[in-house]
């Protein structure tokens, strides 16, 4: 049995090893000379630390050479990124999307199917489990380098126990500890959160956010969402349930939400909301387009199909993708009111509806948020592609493995 000073000794170890990793992670190329600056340690313990980082455990790798102003130069070390790799899975109504990146969150490989079982608990999970096979044996990387997996589902989550509580647009997965079942058929170390969370730390480290410390990211879709960063964390509320930006009444008389109320942004502005005014206005006679477009078949309609209107000239088209705009932008701006940040980035598949709804939010961020707030606040469309979820589900199990105190690098490597 370990004694407590022995212990202690490997916890401080692990706690100076990961100090050191995150200067330098964090930096993209450092000295010794200038990790031992920045966290106040003596050289001789930070040439130790390193040495044995890059030597033993092949965590760092040497760069090249710092400038020198006399004598040797000295060495620039960063992160070997093929020191470890982690799978991302977003797991959405329609789609699945898996991906695997390094330890640096570069994709590697990425894989996207069809969500055929979102009613089927038995036939999702092995879906599940069979392409986060297929995605590691088709990448080539070694499975005992897989160091975990994050994972991104739409619904409220309970992240610290692993636990989809409810999924309104897949039933197969109310109720259900999926970190836990992953663990069981995989052996491997899973983080599970939401996906409008998942793809806010997406935004943070590779996105329009990178430089913010501060910022609010809206996932617009089938549902939305709202992630929140603060002072350079993401905020998640007492119980993991901040962000339901979809459920802000935006219209009193508006139509009744799956939650219950009437009105909440969602019901109106999400996708399906979009298609219902849209197939209302068609079934009500309204002069538009959008019937000719998809021959007939109302049902075929997309809110793609009503963008191109809208772009085109089609009057009705532009005023339900108007008026979807200013409906999102009240809540963004009921948003900005408590939070007061200078960015919002706007991102998934609604956001890509075009510059009518781009300038219908901003129109009315400007118009109903505090004057000294809205003159600050950037409103832009995320640049990230349709695997941002998965990529930021990933990333925040690297985030772990840099900083958790059991499941990081160092004990990764049983290197105290």
């Excluded at 313990?45 to 090249?64: P, R």
């Excluded at 809540?331 to 075009?354: D, K, R």
Aim: aromatic content about 8%; some cysteine.
């Amino acid at each position: 049995m370990l004694s407590a000073e022995t212990i202690n000794y490997d916890i401080n170890n692990i706690c100076l090893k990961l100090n050191v990793l995150n200067v330098i992670r964090n930096e993209g190329v450092a000295t010794k000379q200038f990790v031992s600056r920045m966290l106040n340690f003596n050289l001789t313990t930070v040439s130790h630390l390193i040495n044995e980082l890059h030597l033993s455990a092949g965590l760092l790798e040497v760069s090249g050479d710092d400038l020198s102003s006399g004598g040797r130069k000295p060495k620039l070390y960063r992160i070997n990124s093929k020191a470890g790799f982690l799978v991302g899975v977003d797991i959405g109504g329609e789609n699945l999307r898996f991906l695997l990146t390094d330890i640096s969150g570069n994709i590697v490989f990425k894989i996207k199917k069809k969500n055929e079982f979102a009613n089927s608990e038995n036939k999702l999970m092995q879906d599940i489990l069979e392409n986060i096979n297929n995605v590691i044996k088709d990448s080539g990387v070694a499975p005992g380098k897989i160091y975990g997996a994050g994972l991104s589902i739409s619904g409220i989550i309970d992240s610290d126990n692993g636990k989809s509580v409810y999924c309104p647009n897949i039933d197969a997965l109310n109720d259900f500890y999926i970190k836990k079942y992953i663990e069981e058929k995989t052996g491997i170390h899973t983080f599970v959160d939401d996906s409008v969370r998942c793809m806010t730390v997406a935004e943070k480290h590779y996105g329009a956010a990178k430089n913010y410390e501060n910022f609010l990211f809206v996932g617009l879709g089938k549902g939305i969402g709202l992630g929140i960063y603060v002072n350079g964390k993401i905020y998640r509320g007492s119980n993991g349930l901040s962000g339901e930006l979809g459920h802000i009444t935006v219209a009193e008389d508006g139509p009744i939400c799956n939650c219950g109320n009437k009105g909440c942004l969602e019901a109106i502005a999400s996708s399906s909301g979009i298609l219902k005014r849209a197939t209302d206005g068609i079934k009500n006679k309204i002069a538009t387009s959008l019937i000719t477009k998809v021959q007939g078949d109302i049902s075929k309609l997309t809110v793609e199909d009503i963008s191109d209107a809208a772009n085109a000239g089609d009057k009705f088209a532009y005023y339900i993708i108007n008026r979807t705009g200013e409906y999102i932008g009240i809540a963004i701006a009921a948003a900005l009111n408590l939070f007061g940040t200078e960015l919002v980035v706007l991102g998934g598949g609604i956001s890509q509806s075009g510059e009518i709804m781009i300038n219908a939010i901003k129109r009315i961020v400007h118009m109903r948020a505090l004057e000294v707030v809205s003159k600050k606040t950037k409103v832009i469309k995320s640049e990230l592609d349709e695997y941002n979820a998965a990529w930021g589900a990933a990333t925040k199990y690297i985030n772990i493995l840099f900083k958790d105190k059991d499941y990081n690098l160092i004990r990764r490597m049983n290197l105290k």
